[in-house]
C-alpha cells in the first residue's frame, strides 16, 4: 500500500508503516498544485494531511485513493463531499490534542486577565507602568462557559477547576447526568452560557449549524467586560459582531483561529485584529505541542495499519449513518461458493438498490446468513426465486 505523506511525522510512526508494508513517501508542507501533481505521479492508496487542503482536482487526479487521513481532529480542510462521491474514506485523529488545545485555552484566558503580552512588549520597550498592569482581577470564583462537549472542552474544565473556577456549560448532548459527572452546571443554550459566565471559550466543531454562533445576539449577552476565547474555528464567531461587543461592551478576546489566517508557516503578516488592543492573537498553534504531534502522527499510522490490515477505517467521518434503504432480506444459506452471486444477481434483475449487506457464517462453516438492506419494491416474485435457489435454506424479508 502507498502512503503519502503531506506533512511531516515522526521516523516511529513512518518505521511502524513500513514495517506494516506500506511504501511511504513524505514531503512535507505538500500542497495546492504541488500536491496534486505528485498525487498524479505516485498514486497512492492513503493520503495524510495536516493543514494541507485536499480539494476535488486532487481527488480527480489521485484515481488510487482509498484513504485521507487528516493528523488532527478538524477535516474542513478536506473536501469530504467529494471524497464521499468517489468512495474514499475520510479519517482524523480525535482526542488527541485535546490537552493541547485546553492549554492554550487557558493561556489565553491568564494572558487576558493579566495582560501578559502587553507586560512584556511594554518591558521590552523599556516602559514601566506596574499601575496599570497591577490592576487585573484574578480568575478565582469568576464563572467560565465553555460551549461544546467534546474532548477539548472536557479538558478545559478539568484545568478551570484547577484554578478554583466555576463552570457553566452547554453542549447538544448535555444530560444531568454528564453535568454531574464533570461538575458543571448546565444551561440550555450558549445564549444561556454568554448571559452567566465571565469567561467563554468556544469549543464546537466548526459546520454549518455553527457558523457564526457567537454572532451579535451572543455578543448582546454577555458582560460588559467579559472575555471570550476562541480556539476551535474562526467561523464560529462574527468577527463584525465581535469587534462591535470590543467597542460598545469592552469585551477582551483571545483567538488562536480567526479570518484570513495566513497559509504559510511564516513570513510577513498584517491583519486588522492584530492592531486591536482588546484582541491577543496567536498562530494557530492550539495542537502544535510537541507531546499532542507524536500522538496525532501514532494515531494516523494506526489509523493506516489497521485499514491495511482489515479494510476496517476506525475514525472514519464520512460513513452514513443512515441510508436509504427500505427493506431487510435475509437469507440462510449454506456456506457454498457462488450462492451469494446468484442472490445478488436476482437483486440486480429486481432493481433494488442494495445500501447496506453482511454476511456471517455459523460454527464449523456449514451454513451462513446474509443480511441485505435494500431500496426498493418488495416482490414476492423475487423471494419466491431466491428461495428456490441450490442452497439457499430460507428467505425472510421484512419493512424497515
Not at 1 to 24: I, P, T
Not at 149 to 167: F, S, T, Y
Request: hydrophobic residues 45%; aromatic residues 4%; contains cysteine.
Amino acid at each position: 500500500m502507498r502512503v503519502l505523506l503531506a506533512d511531516k511525522l515522526s521516523d516511529s510512526v513512518v518505521s511502524n508503516l513500513q514495517g506494516a508494508g506500506c511504501e511511504v513517501k513524505m514531503i512535507p508542507e505538500l500542497k495546492g498544485g504541488s500536491l496534486t501533481a505528485e498525487l498524479a505521479a505516485f498514486q497512492p492508496e492513503v493520503l495524510v494531511v495536516r493543514s494541507t487542503k485536499v480539494l476535488a482536482a486532487d481527488f480527480s487526479v489521485a484515481t488510487g485513493l482509498e484513504l485521507v487521513v487528516r493528523a488532527g481532529a478538524g477535516y474542513d480542510n478536506v473536501d469530504v463531499s467529494t471524497a464521499s462521491a468517489r468512495g474514499v474514506f475520510v479519517a482524523n485523529c480525535p482526542g488527541k490534542n485535546s490537552a493541547a488545545v485546553a492549554e492554550l485555552a487557558i493561556g489565553l484566558i491568564l494572558a487576558l486577565d493579566r495582560s501578559i503580552p502587553d507586560n512584556v512588549m511594554d518591558a521590552r520597550n523599556g516602559v514601566w507602568n506596574k499601575a496599570l498592569y497591577g490592576k487585573s482581577d484574578g480568575v478565582k470564583g469568576k464563572t467560565l462557559g465553555v460551549v461544546g462537549l467534546g474532548n477539548i472542552g472536557k479538558e478545559v474544565i478539568q484545568r478551570a477547576k484547577g484554578l478554583d473556577m466555576n463552570v457553566v456549560a452547554w453542549s447538544r448532548s448535555m444530560t444531568d447526568a454528564k453535568a454531574a459527572a464533570l461538575g458543571v452546571t448546565a444551561l440550555d443554550s450558549p445564549l444561556d452560557v454568554a448571559a452567566e459566565a465571565d469567561i467563554v471559550s468556544l469549543h464546537v466543531s466548526s459546520n454549518a449549524e455553527t457558523k457564526g454562533l457567537a454572532g451579535t445576539a451572543f455578543f448582546e449577552a454577555m458582560k460588559q467586560g467579559a472575555f471570550l476565547i476562541n480556539t476551535t474555528r474562526g467561523a464560529v464567531v462574527d468577527e463584525d459582531a465581535m469587534l462591535n461587543a470590543i467597542a460598545d461592551k469592552n469585551i477582551r478576546v483571545g483567538l488562536d483561529v480567526f479570518s484570513n489566517e495566513p497559509a504559510f508557516k511564516s513570513g510577513d503578516f498584517k491583519h486588522s485584529l492584530a492592531d486591536n488592543p482588546n484582541v491577543y492573537l496567536t498562530h494557530h498553534i492550539g495542537a502544535s505541542t510537541a507531546q499532542a504531534q507524536e500522538a496525532i502522527a501514532e494515531e494516523a499510522g494506526r489509523v493506516i495499519v489497521e485499514y491495511s490490515r482489515t479494510g476496517d477505517v476506525p475514525n472514519c467521518v464520512n460513513l452514513a449513518t443512515k441510508t436509504a434503504a427500505t427493506h431487510q432480506i435475509t437469507i440462510r444459506h449454506l456456506d457454498k461458493v457462488g450462492v451469494l452471486a446468484k442472490v445478488l444477481n436476482e437483486i440486480s434483475v429486481a432493481s433494488w438498490n442494495i445500501q447496506e449487506m453482511e454476511n456471517v457464517v455459523f460454527d464449523e462453516a456449514k451454513a451462513a446468513c446474509a443480511y441485505i438492506r435494500f431500496d426498493g419494491v418488495p416482490d414476492d416474485a423475487v423471494v419466491d426465486r431466491i428461495s428456490a435457489l441450490d442452497d439457499v435454506l430460507a428467505v425472510n424479508i421484512v419493512t424497515l
